[in-house]
């Protein structure tokens, strides 16, 4: 069942920007295979290989542990599990990228879920002689429903099954058939070690009957930059800030996502609904005509007009309606149970706004894919929800706008993240919508 290609054959071979997370059950090997990536493509200074000695001897290791290069909480280097999301940055000659190493202990669901959001594809790891884990399976759905849409799998821990062709076919058959239940491109497996380093940023000998990628190889080819452009919306510019310049002109600032934004586009303002023209954009490095998904920039508008944080600039003819109800699906982080009636506050974008629970209506069984009848989602379920808001937001469905169409459910008397939200039904292969 080895792959025939490399994912995302064809893309540009200009360096540009991969995000990706690596997910997985815990122990399965992620941060292992993380830091074995940045260690042998050079992207540790001496003093950070030091420092990794030192704590690798403090925990009674043999050598370098290379999990220690992204666990860099004092609590995860001593109990040996990645708590929080680690992030790091690495480049090669071919392109940069962002990796986001993210927990496996089921209760850092919520922690893994932020790592993912932003992630253009996710890089599954999976433990060939335990095999494929609910917790890895609930990893890929998260992702799936945040609309990940590439995956690389690493069959980890080959030479402890003595790179046996068998066991990384049981892993790559799983993996294919539960990518295709997700609705996401069918992986590429790579058979690999990451304590040794077989497969991972070179290739190895030790499996003669692999002709695929390494891991390096194919993150090098994956598509990039999908995570702000999703479906064929407009450009969405949600105000994160108003910059007043010395004459009294004002800009706006915030990130585009979703299309192009260019200097003498008609937009609104939602949800206020104020109109105007692009007078300007601008970088830090000086003036655009148009400014394309994941840049950060500010926008100087034709008209006086009364906008601020929390708005929502988009094109006119092609915003999104502004509502007060929305069907979403949660991802429920909280150990007290979201049921009818509960209020919390949502943030959706630079907007926050009172929101009120009208209904649970489905629960999402992990391992069948199947949304089942339910009253109330508990910690670390998914499931759909009707939400009442207390004022109105500008969002698109998810699967148009990753950005726009995502929030977070926050406490009222906590102050606490409880969940994770997608507008609309779950956008999963097996997953019809309940409505």
Not at 209 to 231: C, F, K, M, N, T
Request: with cysteine; proline share 6%; glycine share 10%.
């Amino acid at each position: 069942m080895e792959p025939d290609h490399v994912a995302g054959e064809g893309s540009p071979a200009a360096t540009d920007l991969l995000r990706f997370a690596a997910v997985g059950s815990v122990d399965d090997g992620k941060s292992t295979l993380i830091g074995r990536l940045l260690h042998d493509t050079k992207q540790l200074t001496t003093d950070q290989i030091d420092a990794l000695s030192a704590a690798s001897r403090r925990r009674g290791s043999q050598g370098v542990d290379l999990s220690f290069v992204t666990d860099g909480l004092k609590a995860e280097r001593e109990q040996g599990i990645t708590i929080d999301v680690a992030y790091r940055y690495a480049a090669t000659p071919r392109r940069k990228f962002v990796i986001a190493d993210t927990p496996g202990h089921v209760q850092y669901t919520r922690n893994m879920a932020t790592g993912a959001s932003t992630a253009d594809l996710v890089v599954v790891v999976v433990d060939v002689t335990a095999g494929l884990r609910e917790q890895t399976r609930r990893h890929c759905c998260i992702a799936a429903l945040l609309g990940v849409r590439h995956m690389v799998v690493a069959a980890n821990k080959m030479d402890l099954a003595g790179w046996d062709r068998g066991a990384y076919d049981k892993v790559a058959g799983a993996m294919e058939e539960l990518a295709a239940r997700l609705g996401i491109e069918t992986p590429v497996v790579i058979p690999v070690s990451a304590l040794l380093g077989d497969n991972v940023a070179e290739h190895s000998a030790s499996a003669p009957w692999y002709d695929g990628p390494s891991v390096l190889e194919a993150l090098e080819h994956a598509p990039a930059g999908a995570w702000a452009v999703q479906g064929d919306g407009g450009a969405r510019l949600p105000v994160q800030w108003v910059v007043r310049s010395d004459d009294g002109t004002r800009q706006y600032a915030g990130m585009v996502s979703g299309g192009v934004l260019r200097v003498g586009d008609d937009v609104v303002a939602l949800p206020s609904g104020a109109r105007s023209r692009v007078a300007r954009i601008a970088t830090f490095d000086g003036p655009l005509e148009e400014a394309t998904p994941s840049l950060s920039v500010t926008v100087e508008l034709e008209d006086d007009v009364d906008v601020g944080r929390g708005e929502l600039i988009a094109p006119v003819g092609d915003a999104p309606e502004p509502t007060t109800e929305v069907l979403a699906t949660l991802c429920w982080f909280s150990p007290e149970p979201v049921r009818a009636g509960k209020r919390y506050r949502v943030k959706h974008t630079t907007r926050v706004v009172p929101a009120r629970v009208t209904a649970v209506e489905a629960r999402l069984d992990v391992g069948t894919l199947a949304l089942e009848a339910a009253d109330e989602l508990g910690d670390n379920d998914i499931g759909v929800t009707v939400l009442s808001l207390g004022s109105p937001i500008a969002a698109d469905p998810y699967r148009v706008n990753r950005v726009t169409g995502s929030f977070v459910v926050i406490d009222e008397g906590t102050n606490a993240t409880v969940a994770a939200g997608m507008v609309g039904p779950p956008v999963l292969a097996a997953s019809p919508s309940t409505r």
